[in-house]
T-cell receptor, first 113, second 115 residues
Framework: GAGVSQTPSNKVTEKGKYVELRCDPISGHTALYWYRQSLGQGPEFLIYFQGTGAADDSGLPNDRFFAVRPEGSVSTLKIQRTERGDSAMYLC???????????FGPGTRLLVL | AQKITQTQPGMFVQEKEAVTLDCTYDTSDQSYGLFWYKQPSSGEMIFLIYQGSYDEQNATEGRYSLNFQKARKSANLVISASQLGDSAMYFCAMKRGTGAQKLVFGQGTRLTINP
């Protein structure tokens, strides 16, 4: 079956621009997670959804970051007024609510020039 | 707060040898889960193995086993008979409770398998 997919795989933008990163979870997975991974570091939690609602958004660094999951499936991470420090790998994962394991997508590499 | 510590930034091992990657954790929770993920240079995080805090047996998945020592708060990954394809970054992670919760990751260990 299909795994988690993320688009685009790479995104280059200029400082100050707006970007959207998309995540399509494994079919039937109710929980969806976003993480950010800077070079040489482990992933850091941003936000996770149970169905359509954000169950925990404590990892969002500031109000320039926002995520939605309007129909409980695909999610979009939105970054306004991008800064060079936003450059990182953005990873999405999904899981069945009752299961322990999160399955990750291939990530989106964001570069802000 | 939960914390994961991986003290080995890099490991070099000969092909076919066994290798142990260290992971210690800190939590005040009684119920938690421990995970290992592999990240090749392509970037995707690949799930390897899971251990629940109440599991009495060490988890095993093929060539991977998790050496869980609860009193010492350690969850080391053992890879038997290493292969060239095992070269990658390896991350230890934990989450609190059961079901859907965020993962807290360590800094990772870069494993290189030499032929």
């Amino acid at each position: 079956g299909a795994g988690v997919s993320q688009t685009p795989s790479n995104k280059v933008t200029e400082k100050g621009k707006y970007v959207e990163l998309r995540c399509d979870p494994i079919s039937g997975h109710t929980a969806l997670y976003w993480y950010r991974q800077s070079l040489g570091q482990g992933p850091e939690f941003l936000i996770y959804f149970q169905g359509t609602g954000a169950a925990d958004d404590s990892g969002l660094p500031n109000d320039r970051f926002f995520a939605v999951r309007p129909e409980g499936s695909v999610s979009t991470l939105k970054i306004q007024r991008t800064e060079r420090g936003d450059s990182a790998m953005y990873l999405c994962a999904s899981s069945l609510d009752s299961q322990e394991t999160q399955y990750f997508g291939p990530g989106t590499r964001l570069l802000v020039l | 707060a939960q914390k994961i510590t991986q003290t080995q930034p890099g490991m070099f091992v000969q092909e076919k040898e066994a290798v142990t990657l260290d992971c210690t954790y800190d939590t005040s929770d009684q119920s938690y889960g421990l995970f290992w993920y592999k990240q090749p240079s392509s970037g995707e995080m690949i799930f390897l193995i899971y251990q629940g805090s109440y599991d009495e047996q060490n988890a095993t998945e093929g060539r991977y086993s998790l050496n869980f020592q609860k009193a010492r708060k350690s969850a080391n990954l053992v890879i038997s008979a290493s292969q060239l394809g095992d070269s990658a970054m390896y991350f230890c992670a934990m989450k609190r409770g059961t079901g859907a919760q965020k993962l807290v990751f360590g800094q990772g260990t870069r494993l290189t398998i030499n032929p």
